[in-house]
């Protein structure tokens, strides 16, 4: 049998859990062949499920020396814990020699100095990938530096490629709407489909699939895992909280500091004994939350956040994607966005306070009262129904290749 071979490309955290469920899928099937380029902590994960995974570290030529050099130099001092050292060298020395290609030595030092990696577009380097394997069809998410690359190398070689969407696009509209880009594009609901055709999309290569990452949300596994969570620490007959904290860089101003919720959330269990709380960092952070006592518990990185919200009664985040999650799960929200990427507000799916001053009010409101989320404006398809929404469209576009 002829296989197809299909490239997918994703960063960590809530990208790869968007892919995995669409590989193994498409794994299980036997008519298809499936390889990722894995970016970060992506690249553990699709490792340990035994996918075949490459990285940077994978696209080295001979010739390379110059990137080679800026990579040593680039990846001094990063601690080699959540990305390796090697992955990071060719990383950081593949991008930044083909910006400097580009834009010359002193356009790609004042690039660098002032966006820092949002600099990287690197369209050539990725490109290797594609001339290694020649896939039929290439798959990503929206991430705006290697995955937008992947895609435009795809098409400077007349590959299809299909980019999913996992959010709102606050910001990926910008190439996501432009026809040259991908082949197809894939959408949460139908309130980014229009969003889309607003920024000049054609609608009719627009696909309105959810994300699948979600799909897990209504499975056995995610009920089994609040049951066995909340047995574990003891909390099956309290009240609790999962406070999900995003991915944020030292300095970052869009959220105020972790102390001061801390000490918002502390004031409430101290005020009532049956409450408890969850904290919950992103996969690619770890914070140390010092001594909080038996009534807040720390998620691991390796507990499934969708046990997490299911064994709560309110959620509250800033702007992760897991606010979305709880929200399509059917529980009550409470946001401090900042970030106009998420619009969780508007769309009636949380509700969206504008400093932490009223985080203590929006809490014990949400706990008192259960206000279920809006579903009708994101018009998203039903939970559940994504991964084969998403393969129906990667199906579609198979069948205009010949496998060879």
């Known amino acids: 049998m002829k296989k197809y ?22 794994r299980a099937r036997g008519d298809v ?59 950081l020395g593949l991008s930044y020699a083909e910006l400097e290609a580009e834009a010359g030595v002193e356009g790609a030092r004042q690039s660098y100095a002032d966006q820092g990696r949002a600099a990287f577009l690197p369209v050539a380097t990725v490109g290797r990938a594609i001339d290694d394997w020649q896939p039929h069809l290439v798959v990503t998410t929206n991430s705006p530096r290697a995955e937008r690359a992947l895609i435009m190398a795809a098409g400077q070689r007349g590959i299809p490629a299909l980019a999913l969407g996992d959010m709102f696009l606050g910001f990926e509209w910008q190439w996501m709407a432009d026809n040259d880009f991908a082949t197809r594009v894939a959408v949460l609901g139908e309130s980014v489909r229009k969003h889309l055709v607003e920024k000049g999309r054609d609608p009719d290569t627009i696909a309105v699939t959810g994300n699948p990452a979600f799909d897990r949300l209504v499975g056995d596994d995610a009920v089994a895992g609040c049951k ?33 919720k801390l000490a918002i959330l502390q004031r409430m269990v101290d005020r009532d004994p049956d409450l408890r709380i969850i904290l919950r960092c992103h996969p690619n952070q770890n914070l140390d939350f010092g001594d909080l006592g038996d009534r807040f518990y720390v998620s ?23 606010g979305l999650e709880a929200a399509l799960a059917g529980k009550p929200v409470v946001t401090n966005s900042s970030d106009d990427t998420i619009p969780y507000g508007p769309l009636g799916l949380t509700r969206d306070i504008g400093t932490i001053a009223e985080l203590d009010d929006a809490l014990t409101t949400a706990l008192r009262d259960r206000p279920p989320p809006r579903h009708d404006l994101l018009g998203a398809p039903p939970t559940g129904t994504a991964t084969a929404n998403v393969i129906a469209e990667i199906d579609g576009l198979l069948q205009q290749v010949d496998p060879g």
């Open 33 to 91: 062949e499936v390889r990722i380029l894995a970016l970060t902590t992506a690249y553990a994960v699709a490792r340990a499920e035994g996918f075949d995974t490459i990285g940077f570290a994978d696209l080295w030529r001979d010739g390379d020396d110059v990137a080679r050099a800026h990579g040593r130099r680039m990846a001094q001092g990063l601690d080699g814990q959540l990305v390796t050292i090697a992955e990071s060298e060719a990383y």
């Open 5 to 26: 071979r299909i490239l997918f490309s994703s960063y960590g955290a809530s990208h790869i859990n968007m892919l995995m469920p669409v590989m193994r899928a498409l």
């Open 228 to 260: 066995a969570l909340r047995k574990r620490v003891g909390w099956q007959d309290r009240s609790g909280i999962a406070w999900t904290l995003p991915a944020v860089s030292p300095g970052d101003t869009r959220i105020a500091p972790v102390p001061d």
């Open 300 to 322: 691991p990185r390796d507990e499934s956040v969708h046990a997490v919200i299911h064994a709560v009664d309110v959620l509250f985040t800033e702007f992760s994607m897991v």
